[in-house]
């Protein structure tokens, strides 16, 4: 099932982060995000600091219904997204099925 | 005039950025803020993710209006606004001003 049809899950603090590998083949399918150690990052841009607000309120909407919230920087026009998933120190799934979300959202 | 009851006004690129006594001066109006070189900054903490958003909608409202606006980041339920009047490369009353009425916000 692709990221985008997919619902964030639970995760607990003794759950593995993901390896390399499956990192490796999830980010073919979020191909604009910057992908980190422990953190993946996408930067939007937008034609006014109105237009960027819009698009961070529907993240946080999203945010809100799959429980995993990004970390969030407003620069006027720019918005920076900034997904890990901390009680594990690392990236889960939750944070790739996040990112194709919310690249559906702009 | 207190801060909180001025307005912001149009800088313009030739307008020089405030002297320090004149930022010692206004700070006392804005104590919780970091005074920085360029730069003035607040963290606001929240007891969650929708609370923080709620504030910060309320401070794009207020930047719009004035037209100033701040850096902005949402880590949870944590905000964290940063001031700077980019075109003098410095800080203007503007930046105090907004401060002071942001604080108001929370």
């Known amino acids: 099932m692709k990221l985008v ?3 964030c899950q639970v995760i607990g603090k003794d759950d593995a982060p993901l390896a390399s ?3 490796y083949n999830l980010s073919t399918e979020i191909s ?5 150690k422990n953190f993946i990052k996408r930067e ?3 034609d006014n600091f ?3 607000m819009d698009f961070v309120n529907k993240v946080a909407v999203l945010a809100e219904e799959q429980d995993h919230h990004p970390d969030i920087s ?3 026009n ?3 997204l900034t997904f890990s998933t901390h009680k594990i120190g690392g990236l889960s799934l939750n ?8 690249d559906m959202l702009k």
Not at 32 to 36: C, E, K, L, V
Not at 95 to 100: G, P, T, Y
């Open 5 to 7: 049809e997919q619902k």
């Open 50 to 52: 109105r237009q960027a």
């Open 74 to 76: 407003i620069f006027y």
């Open 32 to 36: 604009a995000w910057y992908i980190g």
């Open 78 to 80: 720019e918005v920076e």
């Open 95 to 102: 944070d790739f099925i996040m990112a194709a979300k919310v």
């Open 21 to 23: 590998k499956e990192i």
């Open 44 to 46: 939007y841009k937008f």
